[in-house]
Each structure stands twice: as structure tokens, then as C-alpha cells.
């Protein structure tokens, strides 16, 4: 069983992201206030502080984890590398859709991030929101195999 360690949001394409200690979740909108929650199969992005940690050990450096642009980061939990899963997060129930590719905005903050990030899909999950509710820093996280 994993946690959630922090939760970030972004209002408009580039923007820098803004950290926050609680979020509302909704099927529709997605994550309150970021700027690419209606997209369905990308509604929430999720990215584990291992993977993050593996990542910035391989590039030798220490990255901020929203340097990845994602939206929770949680702990404790391996994500899965395939979609269809399922992750609940507090009261709210998200499905794995894909992978979070990494994109040129990646090393245009660390060059090298790029690559860093393909492997075991180590940039994280897209996820499309099943049932909504609230998100907040220290909430537990669980994994749902496919059914």
C-alpha cells in the first residue's frame, strides 16, 4: 500500500506547477484547476518518487519531482506498466489508460530527462478519473489488478 506525498496542478500549457495539499477530483473536469483534466484518457497523471528517485540517481542530479509535470506523486507503490489498472487514491478511483510519455519539454528543463524517463515507464501513468471525490497529501493509495 502505497501514500500520497504531494499533489500538483498546472492552469495553462507551460505554466509552472502550483503544489497543493488537497484536490478535488471530478470524472468530468479531472483534477480541479489543471489545465489538461478534461482530456478522458489523461484526466490525472501519477508518478512514483521511486521511479523519480531512480531517474534523478541516473542523471546524477536532484530535480524537483514537479520538474516531471505530474500531478501526484505517491510512494510506497509500484505502478503498473500496462492499462487498465486501477488506483484508488482516498475516495476517488482512477484506471490506467497509458503511459505518461515524456516530451521534449523534458529536456528542455534537464537535458537528458528525456530518455531518463522511457524506461519501466518511469515517467509515470495517465489515468482517466472512474469515481471522483477529494485527493490530499498523505491519503492511501492502493493497486487494483485488471480484471
Known sequence: MGKVEDIARRKKIRAPMETLNTVTVDEKTGLAGDIRGGA????????????????????KTELPWTTRRANILVSGIKLPQESGYQIQIGEVLL??????????????????????????????VCCSVVRGGNIMNGDKVTLYSKE
Open 95 to 124: 484506471e490506467v489508460t497509458r503511459q505518461t510519455d515524456p516530451c521534449e519539454r523534458m529536456d528542455e528543463q534537464y537535458l537528458g530527462l528525456t530518455n531518463a524517463l522511457m524506461p519501466d515507464w518511469r515517467g509515470g
Open 40 to 59: 478522458l484518457k489523461r484526466q490525472v497523471t501519477i508518478l512514483s518518487a521511486e521511479a523519480w528517485n531512480s531517474v534523478c540517481e541516473e542523471l
